[in-house]
């Protein structure tokens, strides 16, 4: 099944602040699902993300963003050092804008640079 996985990143950012950061729940589900399809493989499961990053306080979430921002930029060349960008913005409680970055990059490997 394919899917459009193109995002507006303003819209992303501001229904995820007007809900307290629910939001982002949705967002972590769309990226594993564009990035999954960017691989053709399903290497990332929703259900596994939101488990360990339960069980373990959200230290499992820093290593995902890490991990998925890394194979973002492989998909891209592998120049822009999307994993470590990430993982220091995941640190200092910005995940939110790590998510924008990689979504920027995903829009950008799906052809729409524009949102």
């Known amino acids: 099944m394919k899917y ?3 995002r507006n990143i303003f819209l992303d950012i501001l229904f995820t602040l007007l809900t307290c950061g629910l939001y ?3 967002i972590q589900f769309k990226q594993i699902e564009a990035i999954n399809d960017m691989l053709k493989e399903e ?4 259900l ?3 488990v360990f990053s339960l069980l ?3 230290l499992y979430h820093l290593y995902h963003e890490y991990v998925m921002a890394n194979d973002i930029d492989q998909c891209l060349g592998g120049d822009q050092n999307l994993g470590i960008i990430s993982l220091i913005l995941a640190i200092f409680a910005l995940s939110l804008v790590a998510d ?4 920027y990059n995903i829009n950008k490997f799906y052809g729409d640079t524009a949102v």
């Open 43 to 46: 290497r990332y499961s929703f």
């Open 24 to 26: 982002n729940i949705y």
């Open 56 to 58: 373990t306080l959200g």
């Open 4 to 6: 459009n996985h193109i």
């Open 100 to 103: 924008a970055i990689q979504q």
């Open 48 to 50: 596994k993300w939101a």
